[in-house]
């Protein structure tokens, strides 16, 4: 079975910086696509980031809103998937979720960003 928690999350003032973390169990996390998303209340769950398997080098792709601010990374010894957040805005405030191949889900971690 497999399973995903993420941690990290948290209240940050705009220009701070948190980590999320995503551990990952019951399936093999290297071969695996992982992807961050995040949904704002009352708005649809949308794409944050992505990093590629260890077989596709581990490529990363970041949608506009977060490029230059966000490092998504995978520690595949550890099994767990990273977002390292800096430079933080109000906007940036959502539940923050991590996927497998878009299949498997999280619970979600809370991110606010007060002004």
């Known amino acids: 079975q497999v399973r995903l928690v993420e941690s990290g999350g948290g209240l940050v003032q705009a220009g701070g910086s948190l980590r999320l973390s995503c551990v990952v169990s019951g399936s093999i996390f290297r071969f695996s696509a992982m992807d961050w998303y995040r949904q704002a209340p009352g708005k649809e769950r949308t794409l944050v980031a992505t990093?590629?398997?260890?077989?596709?080098?581990?490529?990363?792709y970041y949608v506009d809103a977060v490029k230059g601010r966000f490092t998504i990374s995978r520690d595949n010894a550890k099994n767990t998937l990273y977002l390292q957040m800096n430079n933080l805005k109000p906007e940036d405030t959502a539940m923050y979720y991590c996927a497998q191949e878009g299949r498997y889900w999280g619970q979600g971690t809370q991110v606010t960003v007060s002004s």
């Open positions: 990093i590629s398997s260890i077989s596709s080098g581990s490529r990363t």
